[in-house]
């Protein structure tokens, strides 16, 4: 099994820029049911996507593969035509959270914002509207959600990844790929893998994504990556230690920044005292958690969680 996405998930592309389109023929490369693209002054056309197969993760399908993508002009109208259930986010920041809020507005069940740099005050409004809608958005500024082998929504590698017993929750998109890709050097695989993104106002959050990993019988255990910046894995903690029945190993990183710096994310940056690394890690091993010193430990450090 898996959480957010599987192989029944239509996903609808907004954002049909080079990046958009780049990314899209890797997600159509690797299997997913990409379905329809939103670009209003495209409406009515096809874009075409051909080239060969993505075998590392979706064994048994052709060496090639050609698609005529249909282009709306509204996420409304791609969605009454082609049942989509999901889209994906490449829309620039200034006019990202629009794209958000009309993906919201047509109902769909999850959407995934990729796009990086889109103004707080502009998330702010778009998560007070999300609030009143039963769509779960993950993101923005992050790699995406991918179950191995069945969907795979935003700009991760999809080679790296295996069908597993293990879920994985980031904030960092790079130190996702690396817990992936360990995990499958280990054989253990990964049932789904979330990048909830580094901004501090975002959709899905750590305890969110643990409680999915909780409830999914297939999922043995979590890795879960933080950093620097805010109380949200502080927060995670204490849901782990009341809620979760599960392993789980974690890694926080920023432990040598100083304080007041932001370190790439926008939302990793330690002010007033708050937000350090050493709290971080000192909750999450209070709640048991087994940390990873280093990123090259997360593996390991899973391993040990499910004392194998």
Same mark, same amino acid.
């Given at each position: 099994?898996?959480?957010?996405?599987?192989?029944?998930?239509?996903?609808?592309?907004?954002?049909?820029?080079?990046?958009?389109?780049?990314?899209?023929?890797?997600?159509?490369?690797?299997?997913?049911?990409?379905?329809?693209?939103?670009?209003?002054?495209?409406?009515?056309?096809?874009?075409?996507?051909?080239?060969?197969?993505?075998?590392?993760?979706?064994?048994?399908?052709?060496?090639?593969?050609?698609?005529?993508?249909?282009?709306?002009?509204?996420?409304?109208?791609?969605?009454?035509?082609?049942?989509?259930?999901?889209?994906?986010?490449?829309?620039?920041?200034?006019?990202?959270?629009?794209?958000?809020?009309?993906?919201?507005?047509?109902?769909?069940?999850?959407?995934?914002?990729?796009?990086?740099?889109?103004?707080?005050?502009?998330?702010?409004?778009?998560?007070? *509207? $999300?609030?009143?809608?039963?769509?779960?958005?993950?993101? /923005?500024?992050?790699? !995406? %959600? &991918?179950?191995? =082998? @069945?969907?795979?929504?935003?700009?991760?590698?999809?080679?790296?990844?295996?069908?597993?017993?293990?879920?994985?929750?980031?904030?960092?998109?790079?130190?996702?790929?690396?817990?992936?890709?360990?995990?499958?050097?280990?054989?253990?695989?990964?049932?789904?893998?979330?990048?909830?993104?580094?901004?501090?106002?975002?959709?899905?959050? *750590? $305890?969110?994504?643990?409680?999915?990993?909780?409830?999914? /019988?297939?999922?043995? !255990? %979590? &890795?879960?990556? =933080? @950093?620097?910046?805010?109380?949200?894995?502080?927060?995670?903690?204490?849901?782990?230690?009341?809620?979760?029945?599960?392993?789980?190993?974690?890694?926080?990183?920023?432990?040598?920044?100083?304080?007041?710096?932001?370190?790439?994310?926008?939302?990793?940056?330690?002010?007033?005292?708050?937000?350090?690394?050493?709290?971080?890690?000192?909750?999450?091993?209070?709640?048991?958690?087994?940390?990873?010193?280093?990123?090259?430990?997360?593996?390991?450090?899973?391993? @040990?969680?499910?004392?194998?």
């Amino acid at each position: 099994m898996s959480v957010l996405v599987d192989k029944n998930t239509k996903v609808i592309v907004q954002g049909m820029g080079r990046t958009g389109r780049f990314h899209t023929d890797k997600a159509i490369a690797y299997g997913t049911d990409m379905v329809a693209a939103v670009h209003p002054s495209k409406a009515g056309t096809v874009e075409r996507f051909e080239g060969d197969t993505d075998h590392s993760g979706v064994p048994g399908r052709d060496d090639r593969y050609g698609l005529d993508l249909p282009i709306y002009a509204s996420v409304a109208e791609a969605a009454a035509e082609t049942g989509a259930t999901a889209s994906v986010v490449y829309v620039p920041p200034p006019f990202a959270a629009d794209a958000i809020m009309e993906a919201v507005d047509a109902g769909l069940d999850l959407v995934v914002a990729i796009t990086e740099g889109i103004p707080v005050s502009d998330m702010i409004r778009a998560k007070r *509207f $999300i609030a009143d809608h039963p769509t779960r958005l993950v993101g /923005p500024n992050c790699p !995406g %959600v &991918i179950t191995p =082998g @069945e969907c795979k929504i935003g700009i991760m590698p999809g080679y790296i990844h295996r069908p597993g017993k293990i879920g994985v929750v980031s904030r960092s998109g790079t130190l996702t790929y690396e817990a992936v890709f360990q995990l499958t050097e280990l054989g253990l695989g990964q049932t789904t893998a979330i990048g909830i993104g580094g901004d501090p106002v975002n959709g899905t959050n *750590f $305890i969110d994504c643990l409680a999915l990993f909780n409830e999914d /019988p297939a999922t043995e !255990g %979590v &890795i879960m990556i =933080g @950093e620097i910046g805010g109380t949200a894995e502080e927060e995670a903690a204490d849901w782990i230690k009341s809620n979760m029945t599960k392993p789980v190993a974690g890694f926080i990183a920023g432990t040598t920044a100083p304080p007041g710096k932001r370190m790439g994310h926008a939302g990793a940056i330690i002010s007033g005292g708050m937000g350090t690394a050493a709290a971080k890690i000192d909750a999450l091993s209070a709640a048991g958690v087994v940390i990873a010193p280093t990123p090259t430990d997360l593996g390991s450090a899973m391993v @040990e969680a499910l004392g194998t």
